[in-house]
């Protein structure tokens, strides 16, 4: 007997899926080296879209947000439960020679759900890999880049820690610029009580008065701040050493 997928599962078996027309905010401008900013907030928008496509597998409310999200950020928003991708469900089902014509027509209909799952899954990985090759100049991702195949080994996390490595972490060199100022001029305090005092101050010209306006807040902050003058160009050295 010829099986009918479409009969089975109710719906195109294969179908290519319906991805929302999207795409990520530039890491970087012409000729420019890609910004910590920048960076961080293409990263965040992969995140929402992979988790606004609707999956039936796993945690059905966070859509595939596996495909972007580290393990520990998958864990944090599926209370503590393991991204677990789709398997192949390879190209049918294993059928047993006393298998029944109910029998059959249960695995083949559980097969073609897999694979719908998995199809899926694929397409949006790739996806989510060309909105973020779209996002940055090719040259700040050649190092994963292969000479035949280009990038179609590379998969989304290695994209994104590639990223996250150089663009969204203090390297020693970094660490080095932004603590000497604060350690000669505040006689070693560590750096946290210098941050924890930039929030404070930043805190409470926010919670002012309703009659300060944004530019009235942020200049008064500012101001305040002036005796930090040599912590602010550590932290404008370091934003300007990102290559």
Do not use: C
């Not at 920048?38 to 999956?55: E, F, N």
């Not at 390879?90 to 897999?114: C, H, K, M």
């Not at 996806?127 to 080994?153: M, P, T």
């Not at 350690?183 to 002012?208: C, Q, R, V, W």
């Amino acid at each position: 007997m010829a099986y009918n997928p479409d009969a089975l599962y109710g719906q195109p078996v294969g179908a290519p899926a319906k991805l929302p027309s999207a795409s990520l905010p530039l890491m970087n401008e012409p000729g420019q080296a890609p910004r910590r900013e920048k960076v961080s907030a293409a990263l965040k928008k992969l995140l929402q879209l992979t988790a606004s496509i609707p999956s039936s597998y796993n945690d059905h409310n966070l859509g595939h947000f596996g495909i972007a999200a580290t393990a520990d950020e998958y864990t944090a928003k599926s209370t503590n439960r393991p991204h677990v991708p789709p398997a192949n469900p390879g190209t049918g089902p294993t059928l047993p020679a006393t298998t029944t014509q109910d029998q059959r027509d249960r695995l083949y209909r559980q097969y073609y759900i897999d694979r719908s799952h998995y199809d899926l899954y694929e397409t949006v990985k790739s996806w989510a890999k060309q909105l973020l090759l779209d996002a940055i100049d090719d040259e700040y991702l050649a190092h994963l880049k292969d000479d035949i195949l280009g990038y179609q080994s590379v998969t989304v996390p290695e994209i994104i820690k590639a990223l996250t490595d150089r663009y969204l972490k203090f390297n020693e060199k970094q660490k080095a610029a932004l603590e000497a100022p604060l350690d000669t001029k505040y006689a070693g305090e560590p750096i946290d009580l210098h941050i924890a005092k930039f929030n404070m101050a930043f805190k409470a010209f926010d919670s002012a008065s309703e009659s300060f306006t944004e530019k009235q807040k942020i200049s008064k902050f500012y101001r305040s701040m002036q005796e930090y003058s040599m912590a602010k160009k550590a932290i404008e050295e370091w934003d300007n050493d990102v290559p």
